[in-house]
């Protein structure tokens, strides 16, 4: 039967953890700016008139 190889990893557990974390933040900042981005355009277009905010002439 075939066996795996496996190399010596050269990173300990202490790094991969921290490596696990720093993606982790990384995801959640990027999901928190998406929902924030979300929720101000939504209520900017709820308390601007339409026409002015196909047009452009809304910012946030």
Known sequence: ????????????K???KLYDSLIATGVAIAFI?????CYLALS?????PFNAWIAGQTFF
């Not at 700016?33 to 981005?37: F, L, Y």
Request: net charge neutral; aromatic share 4%.
């Open 1 to 12: 039967m075939a066996r795996r190889r496996v190399f010596p990893s050269s990173e300990t």
């Open 14 to 16: 202490a790094e991969q």
């Open 33 to 37: 700016g998406t929902a924030t981005t």
């Open 44 to 48: 900017e277009a709820a308390t601007a």
